[in-house]
């Protein structure tokens, strides 16, 4: 029974690691993540899926550039002289697979970093790639716009879905009237709880 006791008792020691690594809706999130959940940073690590728009005028659309932290930079006065984003296009989309838990904990809990000029995005968020998603709002974004968890139902996610809502502010923005980079500019996504 001795032998058996270490054994059992490491088991249940691992399962309980594996059980807490991950981001399921744990009915009250803490300020100290689960390890697991911290070991690849706080910025967006994966891109899931995109529902980019305006592809034959869309000069901006190489979907990696909104992984890592932001690093969006003008390179010159020109309308193509920038990098560091992905344009979505008008109502497009991109989803994302966060480095680390977001948790819903008093104040703000994730940041867009949206570049090139002011414009408004909605923010949807799920456990799972597959969803279902729950919207946080949507907002005119400026550099970066925060969004709460709170009111959404969810305590922990990992997705985040950033969908350009260019028509908030231009009633009739489309495809052939919005230059180079139409539609939002995610430079990053970070995770602040």
Do not use: W, Y
Not at 7 to 17: A, K
Not at 50 to 75: H, K, Y
Not at 118 to 138: K, N
Not at 141 to 157: E, I, K, M, P, R
């Amino acid at each position: 029974m001795r032998t058996i006791l270490p054994v059992v008792r490491s088991v249940l020691v691992i399962s309980i690691v594996i059980l807490h690594s991950t981001c399921g809706d744990d009915p009250a999130p803490t300020q100290t993540l689960p390890t697991a959940c911290q070991a690849q940073g706080v910025h967006a690590i994966a891109v899931l899926g995109t529902g980019l728009t305006c592809i034959p005028t869309n000069a901006f659309q190489n979907v990696s550039e909104a992984l890592g932290p932001p690093d969006f930079r003008q390179t010159g006065d020109g309308k193509l002289e920038f990098d560091g984003f992905v344009s979505l296009g008008v109502e497009g989309s991109i989803t994302l697979f966060m480095g680390s838990c977001i948790q819903d904990l008093s104040g703000t809990d994730l940041r867009v970093f949206q570049s090139v000029s002011t414009e408004a995005v909605e923010v949807q968020v799920s456990q799972s790639e597959t969803g279902p998603f729950v919207s946080l709002g949507a907002k005119i974004c400026d550099d970066t716009c925060d969004f709460d968890l709170a009111g959404s139902g969810l305590n922990n996610v990992r997705v985040v879905r950033v969908i350009d809502r260019e028509r908030i502010q231009f009633v009739n923005a489309q495809c052939d009237n919005v230059g180079p980079s139409p539609g939002a500019d995610i430079d990053a996504v970070q995770v602040l709880h």
